[in-house]
């Protein structure tokens, strides 16, 4: 599987926080479920590659792609978190600080001009460090965890500038998924600030300024993921793009995220004006889960097809451009 695929974990595993805050807790235990043994299978399968093909591991570690690896696993690790396993959730945390800076590092080194959507995952993946890291403070207590949530929060804004800096921005109308991880990246960013705010209520973290400056930042890129939201949905109208692609995936994320982000900001900031849309949102965003499922499902049936001899079906190419 290429490196991309680490973004299905991820848009299920946001898909099921989104579902556990709003209620349907049996569907939400579901896809995290899902999304488990998916992780499992990429754990797998990336690791045998490293063992057998090195080559080709090292060249696929090269590209954004594959910082989806750290993003899936925090936000595996929150849902975890919320479901009560906070041994488990640390567990993931421990896995995702230690492959982050190396993934990152070596992400970062072939960005280039006029890059896809996939180089907005450094954003994503230090973001989600920052979410697992306040969910854990607030919940066990440790202010440590806090306090280093708060550097990652802050340095995943400048990843993201640095992002931008080379995103084309005509992915936005020709791109095959991960141009919508422009927005999906202040989205879960607005999350860890959210987080943040949640884990001063609890743990006391932050004088008043700094608290502040949090609840600020909630609503500063709440807003802006919301733009971005609106821009990329209305760019899926002008040029439509139905197809599948292991990359639409990295649309679902974001639609889910924003989601979650909505809700943890009503709760973080007391705006319960935000909840309607936020319950909106998580339904779009399983309805666009669903969509993409479906889509991966018919990929895989004419690939068993063309493996047994009845047909070879043109594969599209998913790596990163």
């Known amino acids: 599987m290429p490196p991309a695929a680490g973004a299905a974990v991820m848009a299920t595993g946001i898909v099921s926080v989104g579902l556990h805050t709003v209620g349907p807790e049996a569907l939400s235990v579901l896809l995290l479920a899902l999304g488990s043994a998916l992780w499992l299978v990429l754990a797998y399968d990336y690791t045998d590659r490293f063992v057998r093909d090195r080559a080709r591991w090292e060249r696929e570690a090269d590209s954004p792609p594959a910082l989806t690896a750290v993003a899936a696993t925090t936000v595996l690790g929150t849902r975890y978190a919320l479901l009560g396993w906070d041994w488990l959730a640390g567990v993931l945390l421990v896995i995702a600080v230690v492959v982050w800076p190396v993934l990152l590092y070596v992400v970062v080194r072939h960005w280039r001009p006029r890059m896809p959507g996939a180089v907005f995952l450094g954003t994503v993946a230090t973001q ?50 991960d141009h919508w991880v422009a927005g999906g990246a202040l989205a879960i960013s607005t999350l860890a600030a959210a987080k943040l705010v949640l ?29 971005w939201y609106v821009v990329l949905a209305v760019a899926e109208l002008v040029e439509p793009r139905p197809r599948y692609d292991v990359r639409r995936w990295s649309t679902v994320f974001p639609m889910g995220m924003t989601a979650a982000a909505t809700l943890a900001v009503a709760t973080a900031v007391d705006t319960s004006w935000l909840t309607g849309p936020g319950r909106v949102l998580v339904w779009i965003g399983l309805a666009a889960w669903l969509a993409a499922a479906v889509g991966a499902g018919r990929v895989v049936r004419r690939a068993s097809r063309g493996a047994h001899g009845t047909k070879t079906p043109t594969v599209r190419s998913t790596g990163p451009r």
């Open 199 to 227: 884990a001063d209520r609890a743990e006391g973290l932050w004088n008043t300024d700094e608290s502040q400056v949090l609840r600020d930042m909630c609503g500063l890129l709440l807003a802006s993921a919301a733009a």
């Open 128 to 177: 989600g460090l920052a979410v697992l890291g306040a969910t854990l403070s607030a919940r066990l207590g440790v202010a440590w965890l806090g306090y280093a949530a708060m550097v990652m929060f802050w340095f995943g804004l400048v990843v993201y500038v640095a992002a931008f800096m080379r995103f084309e921005l005509r992915q936005v109308l020709t791109g095959a998924g």
